[in-house]
């Protein structure tokens, strides 16, 4: 395909914080294999002074409008797509407003604070007939691709009985400003929401192989030492499940008090392991597959800038086609991922204000 005959998103962009700036500077990257072209059509943020600052520096070969309000880009004729990159407890709010407006979205994960939430998001976009997708990126990549391919079809390490996967982010709660973003439980801070949602997701990807499977869950969480205990949230989640039927199993962890080293992700099977290594359990970067007899293969993917764009270009490539959903990334998985965070907050006496 040329230029021109590749499917084009405008882009609104609400939030301006790290997450964005990422995303935004993805989207503007010149790619000899893009399969999209993207256009940052409009910025919405507190400020006008903050809007113009985000826009010049993360996609300054682009002219989008910027207003000091979220409503702004909701309303904008020019804008195809709202990309939410604002703190997760305001996803709920900010998707029901694009969705109203009849704009498609694309939501960071967690996509929301809970299931219900996430069912009543899903629901007013159905209504509305618009796109909906939570931007769980780390799908999207080519090795993530290549990783599934040789576990579930080409069988490479046989039948699969474990998977570890773990997600350790040094960002203690301790001594930091209360009111951050990582550190306030109003502003949706806490291990689980924050980085375990990769881990459960790795162990999603390689055992939630059969339609309608729940998997048995056990959790325990460390919580941080806020004074009032209901400010505390967890700096550190251990999870297990477990899934009889296929006599497999799952740990996942996730922590504010320790980087994970190199390799995250372990896959046990029959007939040999797959470790995942990368830079963070969110953005993968190599596989090795070691055989029973130990012999190693390693498969590097490099990925240049940081690799949004592979969700982007699906959601272009998904409205191209008219789909209101992503086949990689569907709304009944995001629910059963936020169904899976219930239990484990629940089970661990957490509970986020809705």
Same mark, same amino acid.
């Given at each position: 395909m040329t230029a021109?005959e590749l499917?084009?998103?405008?882009?609104?962009?609400i939030g301006?914080?790290?997450?964005?700036?990422?995303?935004? /500077?993805?989207?503007?990257?010149s790619?000899?294999?893009a399969?999209? =072209?993207?256009?940052?059509a409009?910025?919405?943020?507190?400020s006008?002074?903050?809007?113009?600052?985000?826009?010049s520096e993360?996609?300054?070969?682009?002219?989008p409008?910027?207003?000091?309000?979220?409503?702004?880009?909701y309303?904008?004729?020019?804008?195809?797509?709202?990309?939410?990159?604002?703190? @997760?407890?305001l @996803?709920?709010? =900010?998707?029901?407003?694009?969705v109203?407006a009849?704009k498609h979205?694309l939501c960071?994960?967690?996509?929301a604070?809970?299931?219900?939430q996430g069912?009543?998001m899903?629901?007013?976009a159905?209504?509305?007939?618009v796109?909906l997708?939570?931007? +769980?990126?780390t799908?999207?990549?080519?090795i993530?691709k290549?990783? !599934?391919?040789?576990? @579930?079809?080409?069988k490479?390490?046989?039948?699969?009985?474990?998977?570890?996967?773990?997600?350790?982010?040094?960002?203690?709660? &301790?001594?930091? =400003?209360?009111a951050?973003?990582?550190?306030s439980?109003? *502003?949706g801070?806490?291990? *689980?929401l924050?980085?375990?949602i990769?881990?459960l997701?790795?162990?999603?990807?390689l055992l939630?192989t059969?339609p309608g499977?729940t998997?048995?869950?056990?959790a325990n +969480?460390?919580? /941080?030492? @806020?004074?009032?205990?209901?400010?505390?949230?967890d700096?550190?989640?251990a999870i297990v499940?477990?899934y009889?039927? !296929?006599?497999?199993q799952a740990?996942?962890?996730?922590?504010?008090l320790y980087?994970?080293?190199?390799?995250?992700?372990?896959?046990?099977g029959s007939?040999?392991t797959?470790?995942?290594?990368?830079?963070?359990?969110s &953005?993968?970067?190599f596989?090795?597959?070691?055989?029973k007899?130990?012999?190693?293969?390693?498969?590097e993917f490099?990925?240049?800038?940081?690799?949004?764009?592979y969700e982007?270009?699906?959601?272009?490539?998904d409205?191209?086609?008219?789909? *209101?959903? =992503?086949a990689?990334?569907?709304?009944h998985?995001?629910?059963?991922m936020l169904?899976?965070?219930?239990?484990?907050?629940a089970?661990?006496?957490?509970?986020?204000?809705?």
């Amino acid at each position: 395909m040329t230029a021109k005959e590749l499917p084009s998103l405008r882009w609104g962009v609400i939030g301006c914080g790290l997450i964005s700036t990422w995303f935004v /500077s993805d989207l503007v990257l010149s790619r000899s294999d893009a399969a999209a =072209n993207h256009t940052i059509a409009a910025v919405g943020s507190s400020s006008l002074g903050k809007g113009n600052k985000f826009a010049s520096e993360n996609c300054p070969s682009q002219s989008p409008a910027v207003y000091d309000s979220y409503a702004g880009v909701y309303n904008d004729p020019n804008v195809d797509i709202v990309y939410i990159g604002t703190p @997760h407890p305001l @996803h709920h709010k =900010n998707v029901l407003d694009a969705v109203a407006a009849g704009k498609h979205v694309l939501c960071e994960k967690p996509m929301a604070m809970n299931a219900q939430q996430g069912q009543e998001m899903a629901e007013a976009a159905r209504e509305k007939g618009v796109f909906l997708m939570e931007a +769980m990126w780390t799908r999207f990549f080519p090795i993530t691709k290549e990783l !599934q391919r040789l576990v @579930h079809e080409e069988k490479t390490i046989g039948d699969v009985a474990a998977v570890w996967a773990d997600f350790g982010i040094y960002m203690p709660t &301790k001594g930091r =400003n209360p009111a951050s973003r990582t550190v306030s439980k109003k *502003l949706g801070a806490g291990a *689980l929401l924050d980085v375990g949602i990769y881990s459960l997701t790795w162990a999603s990807l390689l055992l939630d192989t059969v339609p309608g499977t729940t998997p048995d869950i056990s959790a325990n +969480m460390i919580f /941080s030492d @806020h004074e009032q205990p209901d400010d505390r949230v967890d700096e550190q989640t251990a999870i297990v499940l477990r899934y009889p039927e !296929q006599r497999a199993q799952a740990i996942c962890t996730a922590s504010l008090l320790y980087k994970t080293s190199e390799i995250f992700a372990r896959i046990q099977g029959s007939k040999g392991t797959i470790s995942v290594g990368g830079v963070a359990a969110s &953005k993968p970067g190599f596989l090795v597959v070691t055989a029973k007899d130990g012999v190693e293969r390693k498969m590097e993917f490099p990925v240049e800038g940081k690799g949004f764009y592979y969700e982007a270009d699906a959601v272009a490539r998904d409205l191209q086609a008219g789909r *209101l959903e =992503n086949a990689t990334c569907p709304l009944h998985t995001t629910q059963n991922m936020l169904s899976r965070m219930d239990s484990i907050m629940a089970s661990c006496g957490l509970s986020y204000q809705s």
